[in-house]
């Protein structure tokens, strides 16, 4: 490792950033970011050149591709062993809290009952949901925030994620939406629902994000419930605190049902508001059997 | 005089940096032209190297991302100049530590949703006086090619072809 006489006066970071621009504008030195931004660097660079070209063996008169590919690569890991190494696993887990994972790097598990509803599609559904949270056509996330930042939405602090994905059949009748929710464990997916919404059923003009989504289909597909004293809805956002023991509860009274013996699939989701013992929830009440029905009825295959 | 509508192709992941870590302030290399091939021979704009053209980059770096290609030159090079980016951004202490991390782990991940292109489309007419006409020895061809320095997230619209 090749200790710069150059750098020898300035503290890490600031020597690690004057490293890091020399690499820029050795690379392309049309990109001004490579330009010098404390007093003397045009001097101080020039004398870090001609140090490492002689540890390197390499003639100030050599400006081969090679040789270049050479110097920016040593400038690099000189920059980088100055500056402490990122604890990148804790890092990205702190990105899945705050929503900015890049979707494709979870681990996507799918929850007991979705598994269970789709019973024998499970095996070819759960790759399609899993398309869907790894290249989403659009995608939102709860967070629970940082220092107790509000999230983004009316839904606040609760680490849920959306994702949605079209899946195009050569029969028009058969296109459909899926939908995905997930609640997110650090670097881990846990889907607890995964809908296919069929846009001649459920319109989708004008969604102006994804719980809309969800909302439209709990609309067409849903039962309403109440929970506690609330209003009955097929759709329902609420807040819910712990008791002494700190157990959560609260009772369904299913207000409608569509088609007797029915399965209303009631899920819910969501988390804690940091600093606080209150639980915000999601609930959605579908009518399953109706939703698997008119499923199968388009089919369960999309070619 | 630059056309009335420029084009710049750029990875998801630089979009989504410039607008959390840099006030939605972006560096861009862009063309008036998104497919200079497709200009007449002799033209300039036929002159822009095919590592310049909106459209080689776009349809280049998508395909990378598809096929997951490990010895992607272009995303090798982002990954570098955002390695290096983030420390001088450090230096300078427009961003914290926390975030050279999230930028550094970000980069070094196995995601390649990250690299996915988008294309800006950005009206000339109000960048016009911040267009910067690179000269020669910078491009990497004889046909014209220009930077905008600070680009405003309000200055252009982004598309997925």
């Known amino acids: 490792m090749i200790r710069?006489?150059?750098?020898?006066?300035?503290?890490?970071?600031?020597?690690?950033?004057?490293?890091?621009?020399?690499?820029?504008?050795?690379?392309?030195?049309?990109?001004?970011?490579?330009?010098?931004?404390?007093?003397?660097?045009?001097?101080?660079?020039?004398?870090?050149?001609?140090?490492?070209r002689a540890f390197l063996g390499?003639?100030?008169?050599?400006?081969?591709?090679?040789?270049?590919?050479?110097?920016?690569?040593?400038?690099?890991?000189?920059?980088?062993?100055?500056?402490?190494?990122?604890?990148?696993?804790?890092?990205?887990?702190s990105l899945s809290n705050k929503g900015e994972l890049p979707s494709d790097l979870y681990l996507v598990v799918l929850d007991s009952a979705v598994q269970e509803y789709l019973g024998s599609h499970f095996e070819s559904?759960?790759?399609?949901?899993?398309?869907?949270?790894?290249?989403?056509?659009?995608?939102?996330?709860?967070?629970?925030?940082?220092?107790?930042?509000?999230?983004?939405?009316?839904?606040?602090?609760?680490?849920?994620?959306l994702f949605s994905r079209f899946f195009?059949?050569?029969?028009?009748?058969?296109?459909?939406?899926?939908?995905?929710?997930?609640?997110?464990?650090?670097?881990?997916?846990?889907?607890?629902?995964?809908?296919?919404?069929?846009?001649?059923?459920?319109?989708?003009?004008?969604?102006?994000?994804?719980?809309?989504?969800?909302?439209?289909?709990?609309?067409?597909?849903?039962?309403?419930?109440?929970?506690?004293?609330?209003?009955?809805?097929?759709?329902?956002?609420?807040?819910?605190?712990?008791?002494?023991?700190?157990?959560?509860?609260?009772?369904f009274a299913i207000q409608k049902s569509e088609a007797k013996g029915d399965r209303i699939w009631v899920s819910q989701f969501g988390g804690r508001l940091p600093g606080q013992n209150a639980f915000k929830a999601i609930t959605?009440?579908?009518?399953?059997?109706?939703?698997?029905?008119?499923?199968?009825?388009?089919?369960?295959?999309?070619? | 005089m630059a056309g009335p509508v420029l084009?710049?192709?750029?990875?998801?992941?630089?979009?989504?940096?410039?607008?959390?870590?840099?006030?939605?302030?972006?560096?861009?290399?862009?063309?008036?032209?998104?497919?200079?091939?497709?200009?007449?021979?002799g033209s300039a704009a036929a002159a822009i190297a095919p590592s310049s053209s909106p459209k080689g980059i776009y349809d280049t770096l998508r395909g990378d991302c598809d096929r997951e290609d490990r010895h992607s030159s272009l995303i090798r090079g982002y990954r570098k100049t955002f390695l290096r980016l983030a420390k001088t951004w450090l230096a300078d202490k427009s961003i914290s530590k926390q975030q050279y991390d999230e930028i550094v782990s970000t980069v070094k991940s196995n995601s390649w949703r990250i690299w996915r292109p988008v294309l800006?489309?950005?009206p000339e007419e109000p960048v016009r006086s911040r267009i910067v006409h690179v000269a020669h020895p910078g491009r990497a061809g004889y046909g014209p090619e220009m930077q905008i320095h600070d680009l405003k997230s309000t200055e252009f619209d982004v598309i997925v072809l």
């Not at chain 1, 049309?30 to 007093?39: D, F, K, L, Q, S």
């Not at chain 1, 190494?85 to 890092?91: C, F, I, R, S, V």
């Not at chain 2, 861009?28 to 032209?33: F, P, R, T």
């Open chain 2, 120 to 122: 800006f489309v950005i």
């Open chain 1, 125 to 161: 559904e759960s790759i399609l949901v899993r398309q869907t949270v790894q290249s989403p056509d659009r995608e939102q996330h709860f967070n629970a925030g940082a220092d107790g930042e509000q999230g983004a939405t009316d839904v606040k602090n609760t680490l849920i994620s």
């Open chain 1, 284 to 303: 959605t009440a579908i009518n399953l059997d109706k939703y698997l029905r008119f499923v199968g009825s388009r089919g369960w295959e999309i070619r």
């Open chain 2, 7 to 41: 084009y710049s192709t750029n990875s998801w992941i630089a979009h989504e940096f410039a607008t959390r870590y840099r006030g939605g302030s972006h560096f861009v290399w862009c063309s008036e032209h998104y497919d200079p091939h497709s200009a007449p021979a």
């Open chain 1, 168 to 251: 195009l059949s050569k029969f028009p009748a058969r296109s459909f939406t899926l939908l995905v929710t997930g609640q997110r464990y650090g670097m881990t997916m846990r889907v607890v629902q995964a809908l296919r919404i069929y846009s001649d059923v459920v319109d989708l003009n004008g969604t102006k994000d994804l719980l809309d989504m969800l909302q439209r289909f709990t609309n067409r597909f849903g039962t309403d419930v109440a929970i506690n004293d609330s209003k009955p809805s097929a759709f329902l956002v609420s807040e819910h605190t712990p008791d002494a023991d700190n157990k959560l509860s609260w009772d």
């Open chain 1, 4 to 52: 710069f006489d150059g750098i020898s006066s300035f503290d890490p970071v600031s020597a690690a950033g004057i490293l890091a621009r020399a690499s820029m504008h050795l690379d392309d030195d049309a990109n001004p970011a490579g330009e010098g931004r404390v007093a003397g660097e045009a001097e101080i660079r020039d004398r870090i050149m001609r140090q490492l």
């Open chain 1, 58 to 93: 390499v003639r100030e008169s050599d400006t081969s591709e090679h040789t270049r590919a050479l110097l920016v690569d040593a400038l690099d890991e000189a920059a980088e062993e100055l500056l402490s190494p990122t604890d990148e696993q804790a890092t990205l887990a």
